[in-house]
């Protein structure tokens, strides 16, 4: 049975990068986002089991997508992985003490992603 | 350039774009305004998206400039390090070195081609100064829920409490959209909000369960507007607000003092004129697209083939028809030919479309340069720009970069008094430059005005006189003058400048312009100002041209050029002094032949009734001979080989549709052959 993985990144490079990653796993599929709002509007048609969400993005970052989905009844069971990029160590607290579960930070080998992914989706 | 890196030169660019134009708005803003902290963010937020991006493809490098960047501005968003203009200087230099680093990747260098070593040490002692600070709970000062800390970003958290220890008044909203609409129901409610305060953020509401058709918000923001004002403004859409009370009186707490003084500024190089024009051209040679863009000429092309395809079924029907079927055949080939015409013209103007740029981009560009500038020569000088919006072919637009910056270099070096001349003169003691961009049929029009002190009409007859140019005591008028300027190594400096480098070189803009088909005109009024006037073709690629012929060889003329057409008696044409002319409507036209020009062997039947093209750039104009027209077209100019270098009067060829070639003609060349050969004035 397929699994759904909702990619939230504003960066067109960085979120091609992720998805081609997330494409060679077995049984995914792939739903983008290329804002915080546009994730908003994702999350209930395609309800997805993982979400992989950078955190700075202009309208809502990704802090505040964490803070939603784990507040929600519809989807605060999913788990999500944060992307936050060196030296930014309080977004990275503020992510995990907000519930995000895992973080990995950019730049980052494709299969490091995918581990982590993996782990979380079994 | 592999595809990666071409991809990744596109958005660098776009990130850049976006930095330019936060260090221009930073240098205008005052200290106090209320957009200020959005602007910062916004800078803030680019600079960590080029760390991100960079780092994303190997530029370790990039991304570690883009990182120190990054906390620099991490730090003043967090008014950590407050941002005064040594501050902004240091950003400003900093812009400029992420430039120099994209283009160097850009061209297939390595990002480490750019020596940032002393600039980020820079950084490092900016950064060093900062304190943090340590507060309360922020719902021990304002009626908002514990724990809401927790939910803020650091910098959220931060701009409350700068609000707060301003004691400006805090407002929440509530509201709820469909989810299909909401970013835009939203964007309009934060628009209302910026124009009179700050938003402070945005809370997507979670939900508890069930019902996802509609998604709920939570705002929290300030204005200095009246309360009233405020509350009655959000009525309007229908929101209702709440006004969110201050609790204990918050005592102004001590904004942190920072060790650095006003900085001595480094600007890494100077190396005069190149270095700057480096700075403000673009970076790549993409343009972006919208896609719309993109599959409205897919339908173009898509018709057009069934339009051809039409053609085909008709040809095979007259192999085989009658004479009567096949004249009628003959007649449907006639309309597909002007359908086909028709989607060739719109699919020519897609195209053309697609090449367009707003000038606003090299607006930006030439803002930060400028400024700059205008502080090395000391100077009080406002740059404003107008018509940011206005299009232009990409090309031309990078061909304006150095015939821009001359320009406006020579208004800040020459022609912008000192603060005491100014005052002298009793005019504003900050001088101004506007540079404007606006549309005139099909050209762009780029005007650039200065209330300096214009230009010294006597001065140049003096230098001119000097030259030998004039003779004794030959009175001139203001546009031949003025025309003395265009004329190489001319300058009324006496001292030559270290930011304007070698002279003020505006021959070289004339020629730049020329050669993309422009023209360049100056109007000026002593001690009140000067005005470049420069007229560019919107495009460059596809060009309306007037054929013609004389003594059997074809031309195409530019329509762009082509003031008017007409058919004359050849007893009209006079000749005084030996040079041949009409008159039209009471102006004097100067004719000659194409033969005469590029010394051609001429046909012996002279018609009766010649035809005259009048052709003409700003206000010269001069009319061709020719012995027939024959009609309009659109051509591809292409370049010609190096066998005709050096010779004026030529743009170029153009193939026809019945595969022979045509010479297109360069009305400017010719206006100065012409000139050269005695049948037109000295004026250049």
């Keep these: ?122 | 350039m592999d595809q990666s890196l071409r991809d990744f030169v596109s958005e660098a660019e776009d990130i850049l774009d976006n930095l330019e134009e936060s260090i221009s708005l930073l240098m205008d803003l005052s200290p106090d305004d209320h957009r200020k902290p959005d602007i910062i963010n916004a800078f803030f937020r680019h600079a960590h998206s080029l760390k991100g991006l960079s780092g994303m493809l190997n530029l370790t490098n990039l991304s570690g400039l883009a990182h120190h960047f990054e906390s620099l501005l991490d730090s003043i968003r967090l008014d950590k390090i407050p941002l005064n203009e040594g501050v902004i200087e240091v950003l400003s230099g900093g812009v400029q070195l992420i430039v120099k680093m994209v283009r160097s990747v850009a061209s297939g260098e390595s990002d480490a081609a750019v020596d940032v070593t002393f600039f980020i040490e820079e950084l490092e002692n900016l950064e060093s100064g900062g304190v943090p600070s340590h507060d309360e709970d922020l719902s021990v000062y304002l009626n908002v829920p514990e724990g809401i800390t927790s939910v803020l970003s650091e910098y959220e958290e931060h701009r409350f409490r700068d609000n707060i220890r301003k004691k400006v008044p805090f407002y929440s909203v509530e509201c709820s959209f469909p989810i299909e609409t909401f970013d835009v129901q939203l964007k309009e409610i934060t628009e209302l909000i910026k124009e009179g305060g700050e938003l402070l953020t945005t809370l997507p509401q979670t939900d508890s369960g069930g019902d996802s058709s509609s998604i709920g918000f939570f705002l929290y923001f300030t204005s200095r507007d009246e309360e009233s004002a405020v509350i009655n403004s959000f009525m309007d859409i229908g929101l209702d607000l709440v006004t969110v009370e201050y609790r204990t009186s918050p005592e102004a707490a001590p904004k942190p003092e920072v060790g650095a003084s006003a900085l001595s500024v480094s600007i890494m190089e100077d190396g005069g004129s190149d270095v700057l024009e480096e700075e403000v051209r673009g970076v790549s040679n993409t343009v972006r697209v919208d896609i719309q863009k993109l599959d409205y000429l897919m339908n173009l092309v898509g018709e057009l083939v069934i339009l051809r395809s039409g053609l085909a079924g008709i040809a095979e029907r007259t192999g085989t028809g009658s004479e009567t079927e096949i004249s009628s055949l003959v007649l449907e080939i006639e309309k597909s030919s002007v359908l086909i015409e028709r989607k060739l013209v719109d699919l020519r103007d897609a195209v053309m479309d697609i090449r367009m740029v707003p000038m606003g981009q090299l607006f930006n560009r030439l803002q930060r340069v400028s400024k700059k500038i205008a502080r090395e020569t000391g100077k009080n000088i406002r740059i404003e720009f107008h018509g940011g919006e206005t299009e232009l072919d990409k090309m031309i637009m990078e061909e304006m970069v150095s015939p821009l910056l001359h320009i406006v270099r020579n208004s800040i070096d020459h022609g912008i008094e000192s603060a005491e001349d100014r005052e002298a003169k009793r005019k504003n003691p900050e001088g101004l430059i506007r540079l404007s961009a606006y549309q005139q049929g099909s050209h762009v029009v780029l005007e650039v005005e200065d209330d300096g002190r214009g230009i010294d009409l006597a001065q140049v007859m003096n230098i001119a006189r000097e030259r030998g140019l004039v003779q004794g005591d030959e009175v001139l008028s203001e546009d031949e003058i003025l025309s003395f300027l265009f004329l190489p190594g001319f300058s009324t400096k006496v001292t030559v400048s270290e930011v304007s480098g070698r002279g003020v070189g505006m021959d070289i803009v004339k020629r730049e312009l020329e050669e993309i088909g422009g023209t360049v005109e100056v109007n000026t009024t002593l001690d009140v100002g000067t005005r470049m006037v420069l007229t560019l073709p919107i495009t460059l690629a596809i060009l309306q041209a007037l054929m013609i012929k004389s003594s059997e060889n074809l031309y195409a003329i530019p329509m762009g050029a082509v003031k008017e057409t007409l058919q004359i008696p050849r007893k009209q044409i006079k000749t005084i002094e030996g040079r041949e002319i009409i008159t039209l409507r009471d102006t004097m036209i100067p004719l000659f032949s194409l033969e005469k020009i590029f010394d051609l062997p001429v046909q012996d039947v002279e018609s009766s009734e010649p035809y005259i093209v009048i052709i003409g750039i700003g206000t010269r104009a001069m009319g061709i001979l020719v012995d027939d027209l024959l009609g309009n077209q659109d051509v591809v100019i292409k370049p010609l080989g190096e066998a005709f270098e050096g010779i004026e009067g030529l743009a170029g060829a153009a193939e026809l549709g019945d595969q022979s070639t045509v010479l297109v003609l360069d009305v400017g060349g010719l206006m100065m052959e012409a000139v050269r050969l005695g049948a037109l004035d000295r004026k250049v």
């Design chain 1, 1 to 122: 049975m397929r699994k759904t993985i909702l990619v939230v990144e504003d960066s067109p490079i960085t979120r091609s990068l992720i998805v081609s990653s997330m494409e060679d796993l077995p049984h995914i599929r792939v739903v983008e986002a290329e804002s915080g709002f546009e994730a908003l509007r994702k999350l209930p048609e395609s309800t997805p089991d993982l979400i992989i969400t950078d955190i700075n993005m202009p309208d809502i970052n990704g802090l505040e997508l964490v803070r939603f989905a784990k507040g929600s009844e519809n989807y605060k069971h999913i788990p999500i992985i944060i992307v936050t990029t060196e030296g930014r160590d309080v977004d990275k607290e503020r992510g995990l003490a907000l519930g995000a579960d895992r973080y990995i930070i950019k730049p980052f080998e494709p299969a490091a992603l995918q581990e982590q992914v993996t782990q979380l989706l079994d």
